[in-house]
Structure formats: C-alpha cells, structure tokens
C-alpha cells in the first residue's frame, strides 16, 4: 500500500503546504490589488487539486485490489474509501447549494469581514491539514510518537480556527444574521462549514484517544486515514469558501 | 414491562420524548439565562424535535456498535436472530432482509396514512363549499398527503432496494449494515415529525413549501421541514449503501452488463439520492433558518429572493420523481422476461436508459418555474431538455414492447400490475411533454392536468410496479404465496378507478380546476367529475384494504411455496423460501446472460458443487 518511505512522503507533504501558502499569500494579494474573480476561482481549483491529489489521496479509488476475498481486511479498505468518498460527494453538493446561494444572492459584493482575521483563520486550518497529512504519513509508517504529536496539534489548529471563526469573527462582524442578505449569507456558510469542522475535531479526537492506546497499526489505520481525509475535506471547502466570503467582489 | 423494554422500537420512542421535553428546556434555560423571555415556541419545539430525534436513535440502539469503535473496543459480526420470530423486526438488526422489511412495512403505514388524508379532503372536494372541514385542515391535509407519500415512496423504493440488491448481485449483505441499519431508523423519527405539524397548527403551502408563504406559515411548517430533512438523510445514506454495494459486493463472473435490470435503476436512482437530495435539505433547513433568526434569504425585502428557493427545491425534486420511477421501471424490466418466457429486448440499450434519465433528470429542473418569474431566458434550454427525457423512457418502452411480442404470456397477479404499470405509466408519460413546453405549460401550470399527470406517472412508475414485485417476492420474503384470488380483486378494485380517477382529473385540469384549492364555482360544472373522482378514489383504497388483508391472511395461512415458482432464473429462486439467514450458503458464479429466457442449453448462474 505504501510504495514510498518516510521521510520522502513528509517532504512531500511539506511542500504541498508550501505551495498551498504561496497560493494563498499571491490569492490574498491579488484581490487586495485587483478585482479579477475569475483569477481567485482559478487559485481555488488549483489549491483543491492539490489537496485532493496529494493529501486526500483521490488516486488511492482507482487502485486494483491486491486482495479479492470480499472478507478480506484490504478489500473492505477500500470499500470503505469509495463510501467515505461518496459521502463526500454528497456533502459537497450542499456545500455547493451554500455557494450558488451566495452567487445568487450577493453577486460580485461581499460582506464587511476583518481582512486579518480571514486570512488568519485561513492560515491556521492549512496548518492543520499539514498536520493531519504528517500524521497519517507517521502512522503508515509506524511512527507512534509523531502521530501522535501531529493529530494533536491538528486538534488543536481545529479548535483555533473555531475559536477564530465563531467566537472572534461572529463577535466583531458589523452585521448580525438577521442584517439583511448578507449576514444571512456568511452566518449560514461559516455555520455549516464551523459545523463540519466541529465534526472533525470530535473524530480526531476519538482517533487520539484510541490512538494513545494503542489500536492503530501500520498495516489497519483505517479510522486514522479517514478521520484526515475527512479533515482534508472541510478544508478544501473552506479553499472556496474564504475567497467567496473575504475575496471576491466589493465590499457592501 | 421488561420484555416490552426489550424491543427497540419501545426503548426509541421513550428517548425521543424524554429528548423532546430536554430540548425544549435547553432552549428555555439558555434563553433565560440570555436575559430574554425564557419560554419561545418555536425555537423550543424545533430543538426538542431534533434532539428526540437523535435520542431516538441513541435509544433504540443504532449508534451502539459506533460508540464501541470511538471507545476503541471490538464489535461482533451480525449473529443468527431467526430465534427472535417477529420480535426481531421491532429492533435493530444489521440483516439486510430484515431492514428491508422494516422499510416495507413503515412505507406501507405511511402509505396508508397519506392515502387516508387523501380519502378526507377527497370527500370535502365532492361538493362546492365546504362541507365538514376548515380551510387550514384542508390545506394540513393537502400538503402533508404530498409529503407523506413522497416520503412513503422513498422507504419503498429503499425497502425493495435494501432485501434484493444483495439477493440479485449474490452478496451476503449490504457493503455498511450499520449505516443501513442507521438509514432505516432515522426514517422513523423523520415521520413522526413530519404527522407532528398536524398537533402543532398545521400548515398551508403544499408540499412544496414555497417563500414567503412558508415564512409566515403556521408552526407546523417547521415539524414538516425537519422532518423532511431528517427523512433525505436516510435517503442519502440508503443510497450511498446501495452504490457501494453494487460497486463492490457483486459475486464472481457478474460484470456490469450481466447485472439484473433492477440494479441499474437501483444504481440511477441512488446516484441522484446520494447528491440532490442535499439541496432539497438546504432549501428547507435555510427556510427553518429564515424563521428561527430572521435571516433573509428568501426575504426581498432584505434583498433576499424566492425564486433561490425554487431553484434549490426543485433541483432536487424533479430528479426526485426520477427517483421514485426508476426502480419501478427496472423492476418491470426485470419481471417482464419471466412471465413472457423471452429474453428481454435490448438489454444494454435499457441499462443504459435509466442512467441516461438519470443523467438528465439533472438538467430539467426548471420546468417547474415557467410561470414563477425566472429568468425568461432559461425556459427554452429548460424546455428542450426535458423533451429530451422522453428519449431514454422512449428506450425502455419499445423493450418492453419488443419484449413482449410473440411471447409466451402468463397472467398471474404480479403480471396483471406489470401491464397496468406500463399502460398508466404511458398516460404518464405522454402527458408530460404538454407540461414541458412553455407554451402550453403556461396554460396548464397549477392546474388538475398536472395533478392527473404527476398520478399517473407515480402509479404506473411507482405504485403498480411495487404491486407487483409485492406479489411476486412476497413467497421469497415469507415462504408463502398471496392469495391469487384477491390479488386478482386488488387489480380490478384498483385499475379502473385509477383510470377515472387521474382521467377525470385531466378533463377538468384543461377546463380551468385550480390545483390545491379546497373549493370550486359551482357555475363551471365540475361536480360530477369530483364526484366520480371521489367514488374512484374509495375504490382504490377498498383495493388497498383487500391488498392488506390478503397479506395478513397469506402471511399465516397462505399456500406454501417451495423452490422456483415463477420458474425465474435468478440466483434468489435458485434456493428456498424464505431466505435462508447468510442469503447463499455456496457462493454462485454467473456463467451467461440474466434474460435468455427460451434458449435450450443456456444458464445464467452456477452454484460451486459441493459442501
């Protein structure tokens, strides 16, 4: 299953993470200077690809199976990535529904948001998706001690990032959820997503404490290859979401 | 007390209402504590709703086996409850079988209910005026007749999904019986809240619960809300399940073009389940959004805009109706061959038409909105589109036509609804292009022609179909046969009061009879067609009681089956009835085509030899 060795795969990870930061800091620029959309969708698209391909690992689905005994463990592996890809899937249609939404609704304005604090925000939950790549990296190759450290630490950027979005953001925002189009637009797309990313942060918990006692393996991880899939995810989403939110169109 | 305890169900429906009063006392102590005034319906009855739903699944035991694997400790496979009689149908089981008959008989109360609604404002619409109910009754009973039996089809099309797929693809069961399992449960408090908007001041907006009518609606708009919400996920999940089934449980030798027809619509319909039902539950969640904090989505003048709504709601619900009719039109496709001893015609052609309407069904949303103010651009792509779906069901039409010819036909009941299926479902669907166009839609738009319309294609599509698959693998379900006789009486009770029924119902559509309006001019002289509608409309519920009695009476006492009695050549009837508890105790390869019915020498599975 594992076809490289460490240290080149957490390399590779590493820089991943730095062309998602350049993207985001030449993102972040560009919309400060000019009002090109179509420039910032494209940065999304090619931010996403890159989270897919290398750190959801979307090739994995078009494995052959090593195994064809329908009982065996590596069979349902990858039974069990076509389900959780389906449900993504689906939860990207309403993810999606949120975003044609706000097209429909906003236009090319956005609402009146701290700059910093998106950014910031952002900032962190590509921190913690570097983090959860390097943990399941650390697990497949039977690392206990990073893993552990790294889902931790992903845990703990999760919680950040909430503390950010819900507890800062929703205080500062000039406008509350029943001010007009806009407020209904960014409370009903940072809830969702807040939501989703509260979801997350339970299941890498649960990962933590199972992994604490020691469950996982090298060869059966599955929980902690979904729990960073999953947390991959909800950050794509938010690949979209920020510049939908923060970036695009004038400010109302 | 305690063997009572013991069943699921029981333990479920405690937890809900103990949920139900704690939610409503979170919402009323945190408002307090807010400094606000402590008690607000609102907000407390849909909290305490949604969190009796969820204590209902922690109750009755679903999440069980989930909560082992966060605390890390190891769960058992599904063991033998066959010791367990009926009782175990009133718990959660991980069998496939079993979940599909808890599906079938929740669809069938549900079933009822809706068609009991129906007989009531039925009833009211005989005469002009109003005869014994009150307009927001008729309005209760109109909208959640829509509703309960869209959900009623969803648990049917998921019952039917959820025993066969497994059989027909010789799988041991469904690739996630625990989500299977979840998906049937969160079905049950999902229609206990929706039945709860009548107790709580009924509703008014149809079932389509357009703004900004469903924003000043009576409170039971929020319980049908969320209880539509609730019911898309066991939607979702259902179809997530049966993806990866038929994706990676097929048995050996069985490629995608050896598959049984139904598993191809199967595959249609979980397709758009798992993706488009999402946006049905966003539409509707940010409507229970709008009314709980005021936020203006559909609000124009926050600069909100109804027709978003629309948009979000039917991109779901016409695909939804492709939902409802593709598993019926494969299981004709499927029955079709067995009782006219030929192979079916154009095997490929048929796979392929159900992901092609699929496909399409994606694209036509807009049809429904020809009258509601979009964009005025958007009709004529919407328009051909939708022509185009009559490409694909043109396909499966012809095969069964082809399928037919010169064969050697039998008329027992299950073949009886196959061909009422298949004639009504052509009423259907020539009644549909007039709908589609915008010229003549314009004309059409809320009248009975669509009201005909759209029952015409849910019977032939859904209703007759599910009939017949009734009959046919209810001795597979039970080890013994319905009663022919009755199902005979069932047939004539039901098919020709349809046709005056959803007939009748065009006539005056065309005339000028609005769509869901409770009463009528007596000047335009539409009392004798409501008059016949309502005569019709009891005879097929009298068809229904037959239906039912013969499937308690059949159930206890009815003619035992042994072995293959339709002499089909699928792998379910190649061992007994009932199925035995890990469906194929040898594993079967497939060695030919699934319907070459009538060609000496030619087999479709093969057992291993052996012990």
Same mark, same amino acid.
């Given at each position: 299953?594992?076809?490289?060795?460490?240290?080149?795969?957490?390399?590779?990870?590493?820089?991943?993470?730095?062309?998602?930061?350049?993207?985001?800091?030449?993102?972040?620029?560009?919309?400060?200077?000019?009002?090109?959309?179509?420039?910032?969708?494209?940065?999304?698209?090619?931010?996403?690809?890159?989270?897919?391909?290398?750190?959801?690992?979307?090739?994995?689905?078009?494995?052959?199976?090593?195994?064809?005994?329908?009982?065996?463990?590596?069979?349902?592996?990858?039974?069990?990535?076509?389900?959780?890809?389906?449900?993504?899937?689906? #939860?990207?249609?309403?993810?999606?529904?949120?975003?044609?939404?706000?097209?429909?609704?906003?236009?090319?304005?956005?609402? #009146?948001?701290?700059?910093?604090?998106?950014?910031?925000?952002?900032?962190?939950?590509?921190?913690?998706?570097?983090?959860?790549?390097?943990?399941?990296?650390?697990?497949?190759?039977? #690392?206990?001690?990073?893993?552990?450290?790294?889902?931790?630490?992903?845990?703990?950027?999760?919680?950040?990032?909430?503390?950010?979005?819900?507890?800062?953001?929703?205080?500062?925002?000039?406008?509350?959820?029943? #001010?007009?189009?806009?407020?209904?637009?960014?409370?009903?797309?940072?809830?969702?997503?807040?939501?989703?990313?509260?979801?997350?942060?339970?299941?890498?918990?649960?990962?933590?404490?199972?992994?604490?006692?020691?469950?996982?393996?090298?060869?059966?991880?599955?929980?902690?290859?979904?729990?960073?899939?999953?947390?991959?995810?909800?950050?794509?989403?938010?690949?979209?979401?920020?510049?939908?939110?923060?970036?695009?169109?004038?400010?109302? | 007390?305690?063997?009572?305890?013991?069943?699921?169900?029981?333990?479920?429906?405690? /937890?809900?209402?103990?949920?139900?009063?704690?939610?409503?006392?979170?919402?009323?102590?945190?408002?307090?504590?807010?400094?606000?005034?402590?008690?607000?319906?609102?907000?407390?009855?849909?909290?305490?709703?949604?969190?009796?739903?969820?204590?209902?699944?922690?109750?009755?035991?679903?999440?069980?086996? /989930?909560?082992?694997?966060?605390?890390?400790?190891?769960?058992?496979?599904?063991?033998?409850?066959?010791?367990?009689?009926?009782?175990?149908?009133?718990?959660?089981?991980?069998?496939?079988?079993?979940?599909?008959?808890?599906?079938?008989?929740?669809?069938?109360?549900?079933?009822?209910?809706?068609?009991?609604?129906?007989?009531?404002?039925?009833?009211?619409?005989?005469?002009?005026?109003?005869?014994?109910?009150?307009?927001?009754?008729?309005?209760?009973?109109?909208?959640?007749?829509?509703?309960?039996?869209?959900?009623?089809?969803?648990?049917?099309?998921?019952?039917?999904?959820?025993?066969?797929?497994?059989?027909?693809? +010789?799988?041991?069961?469904?690739?996630?019986?625990?989500?299977?399992?979840?998906?049937?449960?969160?079905?049950?408090?999902?229609?206990?809240?929706?039945?709860?908007?009548?107790?709580? +001041? +009924?509703?008014?907006?149809? /079932?389509?619960?357009?703004?900004?009518?469903?924003?000043?609606?009576?409170?039971?708009?929020?319980?049908?809300?969320?209880?539509?919400?609730?019911?898309?996920?066991?939607?979702?999940?259902?179809?997530?399940?049966?993806?990866?089934?038929?994706?990676?449980?097929?048995?050996?030798?069985?490629?995608?073009?050896?598959?049984?027809?139904?598993?191809?619509?199967?595959?249609?319909?979980?397709?758009?389940?798992?993706?488009?039902?999402?946006?049905?539950?966003?539409?509707?969640?940010?409507?229970?959004?709008?009314?709980?904090?005021?936020?203006?989505?559909?609000?124009?003048?926050?600069?909100?805009?109804?027709?978003?709504?629309?948009?979000?709601?039917?991109?779901?619900?016409?695909?939804?109706?492709?939902?409802?009719?593709?598993?019926?039109?494969?299981?004709?496709?499927?029955?079709?061959?067995?009782?006219?001893?030929?192979?079916?015609?154009?095997?490929?052609?048929?796979?392929?038409?159900?992901?092609?309407?699929?496909?399409?069904?994606?694209?036509?949303?807009?049809?429904?909105?020809?009258?509601?103010?979009?964009?005025?651009?958007?009709?004529?792509?919407?328009?051909?589109?939708?022509?185009?779906?009559?490409?694909?069901?043109?396909?499966?039409?012809?095969?069964?036509?082809?399928?037919? /010819?010169?064969?050697?036909?039998?008329?027992?009941?299950?073949?009886?609804?196959?061909?009422?299926?298949?004639?009504?479902?052509?009423?259907?669907?020539?009644?549909?292009?007039?709908?589609?166009?915008?010229?003549?839609?314009?004309?059409?738009?809320?009248?009975?022609?669509?009201?005909?319309?759209?029952?015409?294609?849910?019977?032939?599509?859904?209703?007759?179909?599910?009939?017949?698959?009734?009959?046919?693998?209810?001795?597979?379900?039970?080890?013994?046969?319905?009663?022919?006789?009755?199902?005979?009486?069932?047939?004539?009770?039901?098919?020709?009061?349809?046709?005056?029924?959803?007939?009748?119902?065009?006539?005056?559509?065309?005339?000028?009879?609005?769509?869901?309006?409770?009463?009528?001019?007596?000047?335009?002289?539409?009392?004798?067609?409501?008059?016949?509608?309502?005569?019709?409309?009891?005879?097929?519920?009298?068809?229904?009681?037959?239906?039912?009695?013969?499937?308690?009476?059949?159930?206890?006492?009815?003619?035992?089956?042994?072995?293959?009695?339709?002499?089909?050549?699928?792998?379910?009837?190649?061992?007994?009835?009932?199925?035995?508890?890990?469906?194929?105790?040898?594993?079967?390869?497939?060695?030919?085509?699934?319907?070459?019915?009538?060609?000496?020498?030619?087999?479709?599975?093969?057992?291993?030899?052996?012990?």
């Amino acid at each position: 299953m594992v076809h490289t060795n460490k240290s080149s795969a957490l390399r590779l990870g590493g820089l991943v993470f730095g062309l998602l930061a350049v993207l985001t800091a030449i993102e972040f620029t560009f919309a400060l200077l000019l009002n090109l959309w179509g420039v910032l969708i494209l940065i999304a698209l090619v931010k996403a690809g890159l989270v897919g391909y290398y750190y959801m690992h979307i090739s994995r689905l078009f494995e052959a199976d090593t195994d064809l005994n329908h009982e065996s463990y590596a069979y349902k592996l990858v039974t069990n990535r076509l389900g959780l890809w389906l449900f993504l899937v689906s #939860d990207a249609f309403i993810f999606g529904g949120l975003l044609i939404s706000r097209i429909n609704l906003l236009g090319l304005t956005r609402p #009146d948001l701290n700059q910093l604090l998106g950014l910031g925000v952002t900032s962190v939950l590509l921190c913690s998706s570097f983090f959860a790549n390097r943990a399941e990296v650390s697990m497949s190759h039977g #690392d206990r001690k990073q893993f552990l450290i790294s889902i931790g630490t992903t845990i703990g950027l999760g919680i950040l990032f909430l503390v950010g979005v819900l507890g800062v953001e929703w205080r500062i925002a000039p406008f509350g959820p029943a #001010d007009g189009v806009a407020g209904a637009v960014f409370y009903s797309m940072t809830g969702f997503h807040a939501f989703h990313v509260f979801t997350g942060v339970v299941f890498l918990t649960i990962v933590l404490r199972n992994g604490l006692r020691g469950r996982y393996s090298v060869e059966k991880h599955w929980a902690v290859e979904a729990s960073a899939v999953y947390w991959h995810f909800v950050d794509v989403v938010w690949l979209f979401f920020y510049p939908a939110l923060y970036l695009i169109g004038n400010v109302r | 007390m305690k063997k009572l305890l013991s069943l699921g169900l029981v333990r479920g429906l405690i /937890w809900e209402v103990f949920g139900t009063a704690l939610g409503m006392g979170i919402v009323t102590g945190v408002r307090a504590l807010m400094g606000l005034p402590p008690w607000k319906e609102e907000p407390a009855v849909v909290f305490g709703a949604l969190l009796g739903a969820l204590l209902f699944l922690y109750g009755v035991g679903v999440l069980d086996d /989930w909560q082992k694997w966060a605390r890390g400790e190891e769960t058992h496979e599904p063991v033998d409850e066959s010791h367990l009689g009926w009782r175990r149908y009133y718990s959660v089981s991980l069998d496939h079988k079993v979940i599909g008959i808890q599906y079938l008989v929740l669809a069938l109360i549900l079933m009822s209910v809706g068609g009991v609604f129906a007989l009531i404002f039925r009833a009211e619409l005989t005469e002009t005026g109003m005869q014994f109910l009150t307009p927001i009754e008729y309005n209760t009973l109109m909208s959640l007749h829509g509703m309960v039996m869209i959900v009623s089809i969803l648990l049917g099309v998921a019952a039917f999904m959820n025993y066969l797929i497994p059989l027909l693809i +010789g799988a041991n069961d469904m690739a996630f019986p625990r989500l299977n399992a979840f998906s049937f449960w969160i079905a049950v408090p999902a229609g206990i809240i929706l039945l709860s908007s009548m107790l709580l +001041g +009924g509703l008014d907006t149809g /079932w389509t619960a357009y703004p900004p009518l469903s924003v000043r609606a009576p409170m039971g708009i929020q319980m049908f809300l969320l209880g539509v919400s609730l019911a898309g996920f066991s939607s979702i999940l259902g179809g997530l399940n049966i993806i990866t089934t038929i994706i990676r449980l097929r048995t050996k030798g069985m490629t995608p073009f050896r598959m049984p027809i139904f598993v191809w619509g199967a595959l249609a319909t979980s397709l758009m389940t798992l993706t488009a039902t999402q946006l049905i539950g966003l539409s509707f969640q940010l409507v229970m959004f709008e009314r709980l904090f005021g936020m203006g989505f559909f609000d124009p003048a926050k600069g909100g805009n109804p027709i978003l709504f629309q948009h979000l709601f039917w991109f779901y619900s016409h695909p939804a109706v492709y939902v409802f009719v593709l598993p019926g039109l494969g299981m004709i496709s499927e029955l079709l061959p067995v009782f006219v001893r030929k192979p079916l015609f154009g095997y490929r052609w048929v796979a392929m038409s159900s992901l092609g309407i699929a496909l399409v069904g994606f694209l036509v949303w807009g049809h429904h909105m020809y009258a509601s103010g979009m964009a005025e651009y958007l009709r004529v792509p919407f328009m051909y589109s939708t022509l185009l779906v009559a490409v694909p069901t043109g396909v499966k039409f012809f095969s069964w036509v082809g399928t037919i /010819w010169r064969g050697k036909i039998s008329f027992p009941a299950p073949m009886m609804f196959l061909l009422a299926g298949i004639v009504v479902f052509l009423l259907g669907g020539l009644s549909g292009p007039p709908n589609a166009t915008v010229s003549t839609d314009l004309h059409l738009h809320d009248t009975y022609y669509i009201v005909g319309h759209f029952h015409d294609t849910m019977f032939g599509g859904y209703i007759f179909p599910f009939f017949a698959a009734f009959y046919y693998w209810f001795p597979k379900m039970t080890g013994r046969r319905l009663n022919e006789k009755l199902g005979m009486l069932h047939f004539w009770l039901m098919t020709p009061a349809f046709f005056v029924l959803s007939l009748s119902m065009m006539r005056i559509g065309l005339l000028g009879m609005r769509r869901r309006i409770m009463d009528y001019d007596p000047a335009m002289g539409f009392q004798p067609y409501h008059l016949a509608m309502t005569i019709a409309a009891f005879l097929i519920a009298l068809g229904i009681l037959v239906f039912f009695i013969n499937l308690i009476w059949s159930a206890r006492k009815g003619e035992i089956a042994k072995g293959n009695i339709w002499n089909s050549r699928s792998p379910e009837w190649q061992v007994p009835s009932p199925m035995p508890m890990h469906n194929y105790d040898k594993p079967f390869e497939v060695v030919g085509e699934p319907y070459d019915y009538g060609l000496p020498g030619s087999t479709y599975v093969k057992f291993q030899e052996g012990e």
